[in-house]
């Protein structure tokens, strides 16, 4: 059973920046796409980052272009997003996924099953 941590979030000022952390349990290798998503209150879920298997492809959602930036350590598992010149408009909650996540041209998204972790708020006041 995969199983995902996500730490990091908080809350920040305008302008400042958040690391966030996944940690994953069960992947039998790092090999799959992974990614962040993000859910505000009274909105659906959003892919905002992700990370083809191979990493050759990335994908940022317009708004974070420039201000987000993916990365992982297959080895460990781990995938991070760093968040710098943060908005108003961040304010969420992060979700990672590890599996099931599909990247096309203008998107990422998760294919219906999934399970997903607890998540991490990130809060960034007006």
């Known amino acids: 059973q995969v199983a995902v941590v996500e730490s990091g979030g908080g809350l920040v000022q305008a302008g400042g920046s958040l690391r966030l952390s996944c940690t994953a349990s069960?992947?039998?290798?790092?090999?799959?796409?992974m990614g962040w998503f993000r859910q505000a209150p009274g909105k659906e879920r959003e892919g905002v980052s992700c990370?083809?298997?191979?990493?050759?492809?990335?994908y940022y959602e317009d708004s974070v272009k420039g201000r987000f930036t993916i990365s992982r350590d297959k080895a460990k598992k781990t995938l991070t997003l760093q968040m710098n010149s943060l908005k108003p408009e961040d304010t969420a909650m992060y979700y990672c996924?590890?599996?099931?996540?599909?990247?096309?041209?203008?998107?990422?998204?998760?294919?219906?099953?999934?399970?997903w972790g607890q998540g991490t708020q990130v809060t960034v006041p007006s």
């Open positions: 069960g992947l039998t290798s790092g090999n799959y796409n």
């Open positions: 996924a590890v599996t099931g996540v599909i990247i096309g041209k203008n998107g990422c998204a998760r294919a219906p099953g999934f399970d």
């Open positions: 990370i083809s298997w191979s990493d050759i492809t990335t």
